[in-house]
């Protein structure tokens, strides 16, 4: 585990998507953050506490966590001198960015002469089997996107903490950088090598035979030409019995790539359906859950309910409103048990 409590970096991002990593800590991990970290530059905030390194390791942060993300994932400059400044405070650095803090020398020497750690969580396992496909006991569910950046992770834990509640057993399965901050565990998929994705989603959602759920964070999208290969060995590898669509309604065209339309929703739920058939013969989609933050909530009321009617599955925004439409169809659809239940964090 990464020891908290946490100083979320922001830095000099301009992008909100680019700082969901702080922005996901500091909604699920909301204990453990003692501050952010921007420049004036940065007109971003999480509401938290602004101060610098030394302010934050005075306010009791052990640890640094870069929570931004941008194109290609490298630490420029400017990065790596404020790294540097943690260190020298005597704070740890955690980092979900592709460039890995180790690799850089300045920061592996600082950190080993200042006697503080480095986790690059975007570090998969070496021991990754390749996955074999084979049916395996246990409710899995995996939430899946019409693009990137949508709100797979939010969706997952909200549908988590929505059963939880209910007294099901339900755990998150975390592949992000961000799920892995919040969870403490997972696998950084989008760091593994192609072979080995579905059998990476398999080592951390082997059969279990409680009743339980294992809720799995999508990645990226069939749709999205970048990181379509990710998002189908996630599907193959989940098996799943249920998939949620995520989709963002004020989204035109796919995150980074203006020449590509989202796709439309029915059309997206499809594909994934017959992907994920493959390992999973029976999987059905049980809901659509919309990232409605640029809508009003009278208006994003009425889009989900519109969504619900022209899709015939539940709709809703699960972070604004709730996942119960969504976990209310489940029980419909699915023999789930109350009892025993157990929370990953």
Not at 122 to 147: E, F, I
Not at 266 to 277: G, H, M, P, Y
Not at 295 to 314: N, Q, V
Request: aromatic letters at 4%.
């Amino acid at each position: 585990m990464i020891p908290g409590p946490f100083l979320l970096y922001l830095g000099h991002s301009d992008d909100a998507v680019g700082i969901k990593t702080s922005r996901g800590v500091a909604t699920f991990r909301p204990d453990e953050c003692v501050g952010e970290w921007r420049h004036d530059d940065c007109p971003l905030t999480l509401g938290l506490p602004r101060m610098d390194a030394a302010e934050g390791r005075a306010a009791g942060a052990n640890t640094l966590i870069l929570g931004i993300a941008n194109a290609g994932g490298r630490m420029g400059d400017a990065l790596i001198d404020d790294a540097l400044a943690a260190i020298a405070t005597g704070m740890n650095v955690a980092s979900g960015l592709h460039q890995r803090l180790r690799d850089v020398p300045r920061i592996a020497q600082a950190a080993q002469d200042a006697g503080v750690r480095l986790f690059d969580v975007r570090d998969p396992p070496a021991d990754l089997p390749v996955g074999n496909g084979r049916r395996r006991a246990g409710n899995r569910l995996l939430t899946v996107g019409t693009d990137c950046s949508v709100g797979k992770m939010y969706t997952t834990l909200a549908l988590r903490d929505a059963m939880v509640a209910r007294g099901i057993a339900a755990d998150f399965r975390a592949t992000g950088q961000t799920g892995i901050l919040i969870a403490g565990s997972g696998v950084p998929v989008d760091a593994v090598v192609a072979d080995f994705i579905s059998g990476a989603i398999e080592t951390i959602t082997p059969a279990r035979t409680d009743n339980g759920w294992d809720l799995i964070e999508g990645q990226g999208s069939l749709f999205h030409p970048s990181f379509a290969g990710v998002s189908t060995g996630l599907l193959h590898g989940a098996q799943p019995r249920a998939i949620v669509m995520c989709h963002d309604p004020a989204r035109d065209h796919m995150r980074g790539l203006p020449h590509y339309a989202v796709p439309d929703i029915a059309d997206c739920i499809a594909a994934n359906l017959s992907v994920a058939r493959l390992t999973s013969p029976d999987v059905q989609a049980v809901g659509i859950a919309l990232n409605t933050v640029k809508l009003a909530e009278d208006e994003a009321r009425r889009l989900c309910a519109r969504t619900a009617d022209a899709h015939g599955l539940p709709c809703t925004d699960p972070y604004r409103f709730g996942a119960d439409p969504i976990i209310d169809w489940m029980q419909t659809c699915f023999d789930i048990s109350t009892s025993p239940m157990t929370v990953s964090a």
